[in-house]
Antibody, heavy 124, light 108 residues
Framework: QLQLQESGPGLVKPSETLSLTCTVSGDSLSSSNYYWGWIRQPQGKGLEWIGSIYYRGATFYNPSLKTRVTVSIDMSKNQFSLSLKSVTAADTAVYYCVKHSITIFSVPNWFDPWGQGALVTVSS | EIVLTQSPGTLSLSPGERATLSCWASQSVNSNFLAWYQQKPGQAPRLLIY???NRAAGIPDRFSNSGSGTDFALTISRLEPEDFAVYYC?????????FGGGTKVEIK
């Protein structure tokens, strides 16, 4: 059974870089034609797609975060990672890693499954 | 980007009742590229339905979706105790994909 697990620091200082890793178990990142992405949810609020990566390295990002986001992949560890630079309090959220495919228009489609989520607080 | 508006914000119902949740899009969602998720407190969202009536694995048939264009709905035919949660719609017709603000279904 495919499982995703987020890990990383729970507290990041303003202006620094948020870094999270998602470890995938039960499947290989390269075994099928899927994409691996990140979604965040501020406490008590809605969901925002951040960005995604294909195992061959192609990435695409939400334009609202594109200038600050990098998603990368480590096939040897079966992990993919999120880096969000120059964070502010507005980046405080639960961050989820997800698996998805894409539509014929190269848009991420539905997200399934999700990791359990990692709370990241931006505070000095 | 496509903005999704969900209504009502909160739906107060009793077990056994029928729940209808609405999701309105700021522009047409082509090919019914819309999904629904359920989220319980402290948990990640769980995929319920995507596209034209495709239920995710393990989702009971009391969950169904309908609509087209800009107006969509999720219906729970008879609420079970485990169905009280927050529900989100998500469009994947155009990038960036976006989510609605959610509807909370609470016990009356």
């Amino acid at each position: 059974q495919l499982q995703l697990q987020e890990s990383g620091p729970g507290l990041v200082k303003p202006s620094e870089t948020l870094s999270l890793t998602c470890t995938v178990s039960g499947d290989s990142l390269s075994s099928s034609n899927y994409y691996w992405g990140w979604i965040r949810q501020p406490q008590g609020k809605g969901l925002e797609w951040i960005g995604s990566i294909y195992y061959r390295g192609a990435t695409f990002y939400n334009p609202s975060l594109k200038t600050r986001v990098t998603v990368s992949i480590d096939m040897s560890k079966n992990q993919f990672s999120l880096s969000l630079k120059s964070v502010t309090a507005a980046d405080t959220a639960v961050y989820y890693c997800v698996k998805h495919s894409i539509t014929i228009f190269s848009v991420p489609n539905w997200f399934d499954p999700w990791g359990q989520g990692a709370l990241v607080t931006v505070s000095s | 980007e496509i903005v999704l508006t969900q209504s009502p914000g909160t739906l107060s119902l009793s077990p056994g009742e029928r729940a209808t949740l609405s999701c309105w899009a700021s522009q047409s969602v082509n090919s019914n590229f819309l999904a629904w998720y359920q989220q319980k407190p402290g948990q990640a969202p769980r995929l319920l339905i995507y596209g034209v009536s495709n239920r995710a694995a393990g989702i009971p048939d009391r969950f169904s979706n309908s609509g087209s264009g800009t107006d969509f709905a999720l219906t729970i035919s008879r609420l079970e105790p485990e169905d009280f949660a927050v529900y989100y719609c998500q469009q994947y017709a155009s990038s960036p994909v976006t989510f609605g603000g959610g509807t909370k279904v609470e016990i009356k």
